[in-house]
């Protein structure tokens, strides 16, 4: 199991994309470790019926990104 900190930015390892309806995105930031929840980069979308094994950590945003998104949206990041 990989071990995720908020803030990171993950890929699906299969490289699909993680999608909303017709909307596709290539990369998401983990927003929360337990339970396991994304947020897209815009913080328009948050997915959390997910597993974590099926993703891989391909960076990590700055602290700013991760303030902007809480703005967004309070529930996030815990």
């Excluded at 490289?15 to 929360?32: E, F, K, P």
């Excluded at 396991?36 to 094994?53: H, K, N, P, T, Y």
């Excluded at 960076?59 to 303030?67: L, Q």
Aim: hydrophobic content about 35%; charged content about 30%.
């Amino acid at each position: 199991m990989n071990d995720f900190n908020i803030g990171d930015i993950v890929q699906r390892i299969d490289g699909d994309q993680l999608r909303s309806g017709c909307t596709a995105y290539s990369a998401a930031i983990v927003s929360s470790t337990k339970p396991f929840e994304l947020s897209s980069v815009s913080g328009d979308m948050r997915w959390r019926c997910i597993s974590q094994e099926d993703f891989k950590t391909v960076g990590k945003v700055e602290d700013w990104h991760i303030e902007l998104l809480k703005s967004k949206r309070i529930e996030y990041f815990t």
